[in-house]
């Protein structure tokens, strides 16, 4: 299994924390059995942590008429909206719900140009929850794609998610092959698509990142 490398410190953390309380409890309760269960309860643990940053290598299709899945997930949100933070215009919505046990890592769903890319601190509501995408922690990156449209996605924190990582920057040239970030822990993404394009999922589907197309230009 390939680890992410966001989940480097926190693997160490969790690690020496798991191997001292078991220390402790070894040291200090004479009864065994309850030690060899506590034991492999904080074995799975740790392999759920493991798993959480896994990094799959996926082989990607590169297509500018497709707008690829950003991250694996859920698909629970398709409707038109007027998008107001950056691109003004009516658009298509897809919101993909990623639980614990969804990858985390992020893939750019458009090839082309990141034209913009911009943090926001908020809450933490569940992720589920539509007020999520304009008030929880996010970040929003629109990209000019090869083909003259503008994309938009948005990474958005949840309940248990506290960090985002958003590696657009402003100018970038990037294709859908390329990582674009990682959110620790359950959270959601946004993208806004023009309205015109021709949606290829519905609502319920499992979304694989990097590969699920999601719609057509």
Known sequence: MRIHREGYATIVIVLIFLISINGLAYYFNPIWIIN???SFLS?????LILHFFRNPERDIAINDKHILAPSDGKLVVIE?????EYLKEEC???SIFM???NVHKQWY???GKVIYSQYHPGKYLVAWNPKSSIENERTSIV???NTKHRILYRQIAGAVARRI???AKQNDIVDQSLEAGFIKFGSRIDVFIPKSAEIKVKLDDTIVGGETILAII
């Open 92 to 94: 298509t919505q897809l």
């Open 43 to 47: 074995l799975l643990f740790f392999y």
């Open 109 to 111: 769903p458009s090839n």
């Open 99 to 101: 639980s614990p046990l």
């Open 36 to 38: 060899v269960i506590f």
């Open 80 to 84: 038109k909206v007027f998008e107001d």
């Open 143 to 145: 990209i000019q794609s």
């Open 165 to 167: 990582c958003n590696y």
